[in-house]
C-alpha cells in the first residue's frame, strides 16, 4: 500500500501503519469502506454542486526562468537637457540597453583583445565559465557530489565494443609479452584510461583531477566532442571538468580558438544568443564590450561583417526605424504619447516640456516645434506657426480632466472596497452564527483531537517495539557473553590442570634422574675404595685408573649441579606455562572484545533502522494529516456552497483548524496515551 510520496509500506508492516485501524479509529468509516472510497463520494458531491477541487499545490515556477517580466513597462530614465528659451524643458532618452542584453552578463563576457594579436588565447573565461557551471550544478541538485573511487572508474570510451575489446586484449598481450623478455620493468609504463595503451612516464599523460590519466589523442577526442555538443560542455571525466591549463597545453593556436568560441556560445544563455542573420555564415555573435552610440541595439558578425539586431535576432533594422520586436520601446512609446511627449527627429529620443516655450534644443542639438514636431527655422521659427499657449492650455486642461477621471475612479475603487468589506463582515456574521457550519467545526475539532491520540497510540506502540527489540539484542548478547565467559574459565581451569601435570611430571623425571645418580656414585665409589688392596678369595685383584678417578669427580660434579639443573628446567617450564596462560587470556579478551564490538555494531544499526522507522512514520502520518487538511476544505466548500444556495447569501470561509505542535506532541509523557 501507498501512504506518501516516497514511502511504500509492504504486507509485512509494523501495526504503526495499519489502515484498518485508521478507518475505524480516526475517520469512522463503515466496515469495508476505504479512504478512497470516501474521497470519491465527497468530491464527487463536491462536483454536482459546482465545486472546483483544486489539485495539490505545485511548486512555484522559478522567475529567473522568465525570459522579460511584463511587457507594459510604464517607467523609463528621463535625461533632462535644457533647450533654447525653455529653462524647465527635458529630453527623455531611450535606454541603450534591453533586459536581453542584460542577460548572462556574468558570463559571456567578450575577450578584451583580439586572439589574432596573441600566440594562445586566454582561458579566464573558460575558468569562469566552470565556476559558474559548478554553482549552478549544486544550487539545482542540491547534493554534494559522490567520493572519486578507489578504482579507476570506465570513462566515456570504455563500452562493450568490438574496438575497445581488441584494444584491451592488444594490451595485456603487450604487457605479458614485456612481463616475459623482462626488457623493462612494468613500473616504467603507464596506460591510458581509454584507450589501454601503454606509455613510457617519460611520455605526456596528462593526469586529470580524477587522478586518470589520458593520451593526447584520446583527450583531444574529448575536447572536440565537447566543443562540437553543448551536452558535453565543459568536457569532464568522472563528473570532474578538465582545467583549462591541461586544455591550453594540449590544443594548438586554432584549436584554442574554435575552443574559446564554443565555451563563448555555450555560457551564453539561449534567450540572449545571437547568430549571424547571413544564410551563408550563421557565425556566433558574442556580446559586444562597448556599446556603438551611433547604433546601440546592433550587434556585428566579426566573419562577414553583417549587421544584426540585438533585440529580434534578425538583421539590422534601417537608421531610424525601430524594432518591432522592442516591446519596452512600445511601452515608453505609448506612456509618452499618453503624457504628451515629443520624439526628437534626429536621435529618435523622447522630450518631455514641463514649462516654457515650445522652442526645443535636443541634446543632439537638433531642434524642433515641441507642438507639431517641425524643424525649427531659425528665421521663422515654428514652419506652421503653432500657438504655444493655446497647446500648453490645451495639455493644462487634459491633465485636470485627468486627474478628474483617476479621482472618479480612485472614489469608485473606494466605495468598492468598502462595499466588500462590508460584505465580508456581514459573511463572517453568518458563518459564525451558522449552526451547521458550527457542527461541521466541532466534528472536525474531534476527528483532530482522535487523529492526535491514534498518532499519540502508534507512536507509543512504535517505540515499545523498538525498546523490545533493543532488549531482546542486549539479551541474547548478554547471554552470548556469559556462555563465552563460562567457556573461557573452563579452557583456563583445563590448561591450569594440564600444566600442573607437567609440572609434576617433570618433577618425577627429575626425582628419579637423582635416584639414579645416587646409584652410580655409590658402585663408584664402592669401586674406588678398593684402591691397593691385593686379590683375595675368588674376587680378582682391583686396578683403579686415573679414569676412573676423573668420571668419579664428573659424578660427584653432576650431583652437585643437579639440584641446580632441575630447578632452572622447572622454571623454564613455568615461563613457558606463563606465555601459554598470557596467551590464552589475550585470545579471551580478544573474542570478548569482538562480541563487544559486534554488539555495538548491531545496537547501531538497529538505532539507524529505528530512525529510519521514525521518520517513515512521520511520513506517513503527514499525509494522513494533508488528505485529512483538504477534506476538511472540501467538507466546508460543500456545506457553504449549500447554505449560500438555501438563503441566497454569502458565507465566509472559517478559520483554518490547526494540528497541535508535533515536536511537543512527540515528547510529551507516554502515559498521556490512552489506548
Same mark, same amino acid.
Given at each position: 500500500?501507498?501512504?506518501?510520496?516516497?514511502?511504500?509500506?509492504?504486507?509485512?508492516?509494523?501495526?504503526?501503519?495499519?489502515?484498518?485501524?485508521?478507518?475505524?479509529?480516526?475517520?469512522?468509516?463503515?466496515?469495508?469502506?476505504?479512504?478512497?472510497?470516501?474521497?470519491?463520494?465527497?468530491?464527487?458531491?463536491?462536483?454536482?454542486?459546482?465545486?472546483?477541487?483544486?489539485?495539490?499545490?505545485?511548486?512555484?515556477?522559478?522567475?529567473?526562468?522568465?525570459?522579460?517580466?511584463?511587457?507594459?513597462?510604464?517607467?523609463?530614465?528621463?535625461?533632462?537637457?535644457?533647450?533654447?528659451?525653455?529653462?524647465?524643458?527635458?529630453?527623455?532618452?531611450?535606454?541603450?540597453?534591453?533586459?536581453?542584453?542584460?542577460?548572462?552578463?556574468?558570463?559571456?563576457?567578450?575577450?578584451?583583445?583580439?586572439?589574432?594579436?596573441?600566440?594562445?588565447?586566454?582561458?579566464?573565461?573558460?575558468?569562469?565559465?566552470?565556476?559558474?557551471?559548478?554553482?549552478?550544478?549544486?544550487?539545482?541538485?542540491?547534493?554534494?557530489?559522490?567520493?572519486?573511487?578507489?578504482?579507476?572508474?570506465?570513462?566515456?570510451?570504455?563500452?562493450?565494443?568490438?574496438?575497445?575489446?581488441?584494444?584491451?586484449?592488444?594490451?595485456?598481450?603487450?604487457?605479458?609479452?614485456?612481463?616475459?623478455?623482462?626488457?623493462?620493468?612494468?613500473?616504467?609504463?603507464?596506460?591510458?584510461?581509454?584507450?589501454?595503451?601503454?606509455?613510457?612516464?617519460?611520455?605526456?599523460?596528462?593526469?586529470?583531477?580524477?587522478?586518470?590519466?589520458?593520451?593526447?589523442?584520446?583527450?583531444?577526442?574529448?575536447?572536440?566532442?565537447?566543443?562540437?555538443?553543448?551536452?558535453?560542455?565543459?568536457?569532464?571525466?568522472?563528473?570532474?571538468?578538465?582545467?583549462?591549463?591541461?586544455?591550453?597545453?594540449?590544443?594548438?593556436?586554432?584549436?584554442?580558438?574554435?575552443?574559446?568560441?564554443?565555451?563563448?556560445?555555450?555560457?551564453?544563455?539561449?534567450?540572449?544568443?545571437?547568430?549571424?542573420?547571413?544564410?551563408?555564415?550563421?557565425?556566433?555573435?558574442?556580446?559586444?564590450?562597448?556599446?556603438?552610440?551611433?547604433?546601440?541595439?546592433?550587434?556585428?558578425?566579426?566573419?562577414?561583417?553583417?549587421?544584426?539586431?540585438?533585440?529580434?535576432?534578425?538583421?539590422?533594422?534601417?537608421?531610424?526605424?525601430?524594432?518591432?520586436?522592442?516591446?519596452?520601446?512600445?511601452?515608453?512609446?505609448?506612456?509618452?504619447?499618453?503624457?504628451?511627449?515629443?520624439?526628437?527627429?534626429?536621435?529618435?529620443?523622447?522630450?518631455?516640456?514641463?514649462?516654457?516655450?515650445?522652442?526645443?534644443?535636443?541634446?543632439?542639438?537638433?531642434?524642433?516645434?515641441?507642438?507639431?514636431?517641425?524643424?525649427?527655422?531659425?528665421?521663422?521659427?515654428?514652419?506652421?506657426?503653432?500657438?504655444?499657449?493655446?497647446?500648453?492650455?490645451?495639455?493644462?486642461?487634459?491633465?485636470?480632466?485627468?486627474?478628474?477621471?483617476?479621482?472618479?475612479?480612485?472614489?469608485?475603487?473606494?466605495?468598492?472596497?468598502?462595499?466588500?468589506?462590508?460584505?465580508?463582515?456581514?459573511?463572517?456574521?453568518?458563518?459564525?452564527?451558522?449552526?451547521?457550519?458550527?457542527?461541521?467545526?466541532?466534528?472536525?475539532?474531534?476527528?483532530?483531537?482522535?487523529?492526535?491520540?491514534?498518532?499519540?497510540?502508534?507512536?507509543?506502540?512504535?517505540?515499545?517495539?523498538?525498546?523490545?527489540?533493543?532488549?531482546?539484542?542486549?539479551?541474547?548478547?548478554?547471554?552470548?557473553?556469559?556462555? +563465552?565467559? &563460562?567457556?573461557? #574459565?573452563?579452557?583456563?581451569? /583445563? =590448561?591450569?590442570? *594440564? %600444566?600442573?601435570?607437567?609440572?609434576?611430571? @617433570?618433577?618425577?623425571?627429575?626425582?628419579?634422574?637423582?635416584?639414579?645418580?645416587?646409584?652410580?656414585?655409590?658402585?663408584?665409589?664402592?669401586?674406588?675404595?678398593?684402591?691397593?688392596?691385593?686379590?683375595?678369595?675368588?674376587?680378582?685383584?682391583?686396578?683403579?685408573?686415573?679414569?676412573?678417578?676423573?668420571?668419579?669427580?664428573?659424578?660427584?660434579?653432576?650431583?652437585?649441579?643437579?639440584?641446580?639443573?632441575?630447578?632452572?628446567?622447572?622454571?623454564? +617450564?613455568? &615461563?613457558?606455562? #606463563?606465555?601459554?596462560?598470557? /596467551? =590464552?587470556?589475550? *585470545? %579471551?579478551?580478544?573474542?570478548?572484545?569482538? @562480541?563487544?564490538?559486534?554488539?555495538?555494531?548491531?545496537?547501531?544499526?538497529?538505532?539507524?533502522?529505528?530512525?529510519?522507522?521514525?521518520?517513515?512514520?512521520?511520513?506517513?502520518?503527514?499525509?494522513?494529516?494533508?488528505?485529512?487538511?483538504?477534506?476538511?476544505?472540501?467538507?466546508?466548500?460543500?456545506?457553504?456552497?449549500?447554505?449560500?444556495?438555501?438563503?441566497?447569501?454569502?458565507?465566509?470561509?472559517?478559520?483554518?483548524?490547526?494540528?497541535?505542535?508535533?515536536?511537543?506532541?512527540?515528547?510529551?509523557?507516554?502515559?498521556?496515551?490512552?489506548?
Amino acid at each position: 500500500m501507498q501512504h506518501a510520496e516516497g514511502v511504500t509500506i509492504t504486507a509485512s508492516a509494523p501495526a504503526e501503519y495499519n489502515d484498518c485501524d485508521f478507518f475505524l479509529e480516526v475517520l469512522r468509516l463503515e466496515a469495508g469502506k476505504s479512504e478512497l472510497d470516501f474521497d470519491e463520494a465527497l468530491n464527487k458531491t463536491a462536483k454536482n454542486l459546482g465545486i472546483d477541487i483544486s489539485r495539490p499545490p505545485t511548486p512555484a515556477q522559478d522567475p529567473h526562468t522568465s525570459i522579460c517580466g511584463s511587457a507594459t513597462t510604464a517607467a523609463s530614465n528621463h535625461a533632462r537637457t535644457t533647450s533654447t528659451g525653455s529653462y524647465e524643458s527635458a529630453s527623455t532618452a531611450l535606454t541603450s540597453r534591453t533586459s536581453h542584453e542584460q542577460l548572462g552578463t556574468s558570463l559571456s563576457g567578450q575577450l578584451k583583445k583580439r586572439t589574432s594579436h596573441r600566440r594562445s588565447l586566454s582561458f579566464s573565461e573558460y575558468d569562469k565559465y566552470l565556476v559558474e557551471t559548478e554553482s549552478q550544478q549544486s544550487k539545482n541538485l542540491g547534493f554534494v557530489p559522490p567520493p572519486i573511487p578507489a578504482e579507476p572508474a570506465p570513462s566515456l570510451f570504455s563500452i562493450s565494443s568490438r574496438g575497445s575489446y581488441q584494444s584491451i586484449r592488444n594490451g595485456l598481450k603487450t604487457r605479458f609479452r614485456l612481463r616475459r623478455i623482462k626488457t623493462a620493468s612494468s613500473d616504467d609504463f603507464n596506460s591510458c584510461i581509454c584507450c589501454r595503451d601503454d606509455f613510457r612516464k617519460t611520455k605526456a599523460l596528462h593526469t586529470l583531477p580524477c587522478q586518470h590519466n589520458y593520451c593526447d589523442a584520446c583527450l583531444r577526442t574529448v575536447v572536440t566532442q565537447a566543443s562540437a555538443e553543448e551536452a558535453k560542455m565543459p568536457p569532464r571525466c568522472c563528473s570532474k571538468a578538465i582545467p583549462g591549463k591541461v586544455i591550453k597545453c594540449l590544443l594548438n593556436r586554432e584549436e584554442q580558438h574554435t575552443f574559446m568560441k564554443a565555451v563563448l556560445q555555450y555560457s551564453t544563455p539561449w534567450e540572449s544568443r545571437i547568430f549571424c542573420p547571413n544564410t551563408e555564415c550563421g557565425e556566433f555573435i558574442p556580446k559586444r564590450a562597448k556599446i556603438d552610440p551611433k547604433h546601440p541595439f546592433e550587434v556585428v558578425c566579426r566573419k562577414c561583417r553583417t549587421r544584426a539586431c540585438s533585440i529580434c535576432k534578425r538583421a539590422a533594422h534601417a537608421f531610424g526605424q525601430d524594432c518591432p520586436a522592442d516591446w519596452e520601446l512600445d511601452a515608453v512609446l505609448q506612456m509618452g504619447e499618453k503624457s504628451g511627449w515629443r520624439r526628437c527627429y534626429k536621435c529618435r529620443n523622447l522630450v518631455e516640456l514641463t514649462q516654457g516655450c515650445t522652442h526645443i534644443t535636443c541634446r543632439c542639438k537638433a531642434q524642433f516645434c515641441y507642438i507639431c514636431g517641425a524643424v525649427w527655422d531659425q528665421m521663422v521659427g515654428c514652419p506652421n506657426y503653432c500657438n504655444g499657449e493655446e497647446e500648453l492650455e490645451r495639455r493644462r486642461m487634459e491633465e485636470e480632466a485627468r486627474e478628474a477621471e483617476l479621482e472618479a475612479e480612485k472614489a469608485a475603487r473606494e466605495e468598492a472596497e468598502q462595499a466588500e468589506a462590508a460584505e465580508k463582515l456581514a459573511s463572517e456574521k453568518r458563518t459564525q452564527e451558522s449552526e451547521v457550519l458550527n457542527s461541521l467545526r466541532a466534528r472536525q475539532i474531534n476527528e483532530r483531537d482522535r487523529f492526535d491520540a491514534f498518532e499519540r497510540k502508534m507512536n507509543w506502540l512504535m517505540w515499545t517495539r523498538h525498546g523490545q527489540t533493543k532488549l531482546d539484542l542486549l539479551d541474547r548478547y548478554g547471554e552470548l557473553q556469559s556462555k +563465552m565467559k &563460562d567457556r573461557h #574459565a573452563r579452557t583456563a581451569t /583445563h =590448561l591450569e590442570d *594440564r %600444566q600442573v601435570g607437567a609440572e609434576m611430571e @617433570l618433577r618425577a623425571t627429575l626425582k628419579q634422574a637423582e635416584r639414579s645418580v645416587a646409584i652410580r656414585l655409590r658402585h663408584m665409589e664402592a669401586y674406588c675404595d678398593g684402591l691397593g688392596r691385593s686379590a683375595s678369595g675368588d674376587n680378582p685383584a682391583r686396578t683403579v685408573t686415573e679414569r676412573d678417578l676423573r668420571e668419579l669427580g664428573q659424578q660427584y660434579n653432576i650431583r652437585d649441579d643437579l639440584e641446580r639443573l632441575h630447578q632452572s628446567r622447572i622454571n623454564v +617450564m613455568r &615461563d613457558k606455562q #606463563a606465555k601459554q596462560m598470557e /596467551h =590464552l587470556l589475550v *585470545r %579471551q579478551e580478544d573474542e570478548l572484545e569482538k @562480541l563487544s564490538t559486534k554488539q555495538a555494531d548491531e545496537v547501531l544499526a538497529l538505532e539507524d533502522t529505528f530512525a529510519a522507522e521514525e521518520e517513515t512514520f512521520t511520513a506517513v502520518f503527514s499525509e494522513r494529516r494533508k488528505r485529512v487538511s483538504r477534506r476538511w476544505v472540501i467538507t466546508e466548500e460543500i456545506e457553504r456552497k449549500k447554505l449560500e444556495t438555501k438563503y441566497g447569501a454569502r458565507f465566509a470561509p472559517m478559520a483554518p483548524l490547526g494540528w497541535p505542535d508535533i515536536e511537543n506532541k512527540n515528547s510529551g509523557p507516554l502515559e498521556d496515551v490512552a489506548e
